[in-house]
């Protein structure tokens, strides 16, 4: 049930950052957590056109391709249809799933830590385009741009930090925090000129996502070694991201519906 209609932006605003200075406090002084030993060790060994880890590598290319089709729809978009605090999530977000694509698909091609810094930089990116377009759509723009370049440092940090320390738990913070604040903010209502995204998809496929991640080996064996979990986890965090691009091209323009919009629609 979503919350009282009656809630004001300011105590939305207050609400949000009181919940991402908890998320801080948690990643600073949660317990450390280090990564485990083996977990470069992923089941796909498959090779394809001399490609190696075929399937984790190829897996990426979704990422890439929803990212510059959000481009395309977003340059098609009047310009009068949208708020700053959506274009720029919005542009965050699909810049960070071409980032995405390209980090996780050198990662993957020579699994190592130096790749993997690639890799969750360009999640981190685009973890903080889907947080606060989450924050535009439910709060206001002011807090989409705060939670996003939050967001943004956060996650950079939070990889450095593992880089430096090995200490895992600011980024594990940073990937549960977005998911849950995302969880939190789609139970408020939305806000006018909402692109009106469907939230709950979003987390499914997120946490679906996750617990392909979790069995990577046992997808693996259960396909007979066809493909592997975390080859099933690019592909379901990929279309984490349909609901975004479906709610673009029915946006109705700021003070009124563009009938260019219902035509695309």
Known sequence: MRLSKTLSTAWRERGLLAACIALALAAFFAPALNQPAGYHAFADHGTWLGVPHAGDVLSNQPFALFGLAGFWLFWRLPSRTMGNGHRATLNLLFAGLVLTALGSTAYHWRPDDAGLVLDRLGMAMALAGVVGLAAAERVSGRAAGFVAVGALVAGALAVHAWQ??????????????????????????????????????????????????????????????????????????????????????????????SNACRMHA
């Open 164 to 257: 430096a320390t090995g200490n895992l738990t600011p980024w594990v913070v940073c990937q549960a925090g977005g998911a849950v604040l995302i969880a939190g903010l789609a139970c408020m209502r939305e806000v006018p000129g909402a692109l009106q995204v469907r939230w709950l998809p979003v987390l499914l496929a997120y946490g679906l996502a996750k617990a392909f991640e979790a069995s990577d080996h046992a997808v693996h064996e259960f396909t007979a070694h066809a493909i592997s979990g975390h080859t099933l986890k690019h592909l379901a965090a990929a279309l984490a991201v349909l609901p975004v691009l479906w709610a673009m091209p029915r946006r109705p323009m700021v003070g009124g519906l």
